[in-house]
């Protein structure tokens, strides 16, 4: 009896159980194949994870109002909270500092960052500078009909983070809000022929979804006015890199639409009653002109009939 067999086995039953074998192996490479090849866009998925976990948690992946749950009506729904989350949140308040570039909005955060019970967030540039060894702002400004959907989107992402993470203090101010930046850049891209329809409307639905469906509300806006000729003269003197490509004719269009939506109001709903403070003065007459409208900015009851 040949090594190998079993007894009354025929030699041929030993070639057909190695050829069940290699079928095995083969199989088991194959899934290992498929497991491997899943690993990097796993790994690219990473950082959205977190904010898709949430919003499944709160609607679940059919529910109204979900992308999934198909087309519904048109028109923003606030976030139902647990009742003693609402009566907390209602305890707390979010002001916004819009304005053009260069308009002043640091200087503001500055002022009020040592207040009491205030906590700021600025607008997360160095996520814009570098995601992941790439700078999408600096391309944006180099070629904004290739790049603006890019460097857009992840710009929505990164502000519906800054709006949907708890708040700490009883006051929370804003640079820029998710509301600017799909009413005032990725409009202005849309309207200078920089961004084709098809992008326009898929940050649109985007947008109108995360409105529908996430807090992303605003108590008081506080909107810094300036000249756009001012706004260019401070940035060429503060120098950073990508900013240095801007010509006036952008900040010139920058400023149009926010005069539209938080002067005449007829570009958007403005999300928030606004405060208008003139921004062309120098360092020290703004500083003056904050301390003037601190009461305004952070007291709830002082805000609610702003010019």
Known sequence: MRPGLFKGQAPGSRRRARAGLAVVRADSHRKEARASGSARPAMLLRPLRGW????????????????????????????????????????????????????GKTT?????????????????????????????????????????????????????????RPQVSSVRLMERSIHSA???????????????????????????????????????????RTNPETCYQRLKKRCREEEKVIPLEYLEAIHHLHEEWLIKGSLFPVAAPVLVIEADHHMERMLELFEQNRDRILTPENRKHCP
């Open 108 to 164: 503001c955060l500055e002022f009020f960052s040592n207040a009491t019970e205030v906590e700021v967030l600025t607008e997360p540039v160095s996520k814009w500078r570098n995601v992941r060894g790439h700078n999408p702002l600096g391309l944006m400004y180099h070629d904004a009909s290739r790049w603006g959907l890019t460097l857009q989107t992840y710009v929505q992402l990164t502000m519906l983070d800054r709006h949907t």
């Open 52 to 103: 898709a976990a949430r919003a499944l948690r709160c609607f679940g992946p059919g529910s109204r109002g979900s992308p999934a749950s198909g087309p519904g009506p048109r028109r923003v729904q606030r976030r139902a909270w647990p009742p003693d989350k609402e009566q907390e949140k209602e305890k707390k308040s979010v002001i916004c500092v819009e304005g053009n570039i260069a308009s």
């Open 182 to 224: 799909r009413y005032i850049f990725v409009e202005n891209l849309y309207r200078s022929g920089k961004m084709p329809e098809v992008d326009y409307v898929v940050l649109s639905e985007w947008f109108d979804w995360i409105l529908r469906n996430m807090d992303v509300s605003v108590d008081l806006i506080v909107y810094l």
